[in-house]
């Protein structure tokens, strides 16, 4: 049994072991008319892409794309030139992702 251990151990991905332990994502105020903020908080600098995308998940729109450092970071968004309705918003670090449902209201 232990050499299974072992192994399972060593066959960990290395991009797993590199991913934050902390990766919270939130926004706010929701429902929002038009401008909102997304609050991002990292355990340390990673890559990320920030989008919004419909109930369909078509992308609608891309907010950032790059590296953030540790820590908690807002980033303001406008949605503003699309239409009332519920809307998902993806902040995806690599092969992960986490994702807010946002409720446009005019």
Known sequence: AQAVLEAAATA?????????TRF?????PN?????SVIELTLSQRKPVHLRVVNMLGEEVTA??????EAGTHRIPISMGNLPSGS?????ALGDRSLHKKALLIR
């Open 12 to 20: 960990v991905d290395e991009e797993d072991l590199l991913l934050p």
């Open 87 to 91: 809307y998902i918003i993806e902040a």
């Open 63 to 68: 907010y950032f794309a790059g590296y953030l």
């Open 24 to 28: 919270v994502m939130d926004q706010f």
């Open 31 to 35: 429902p929002f008319n038009g401008a």
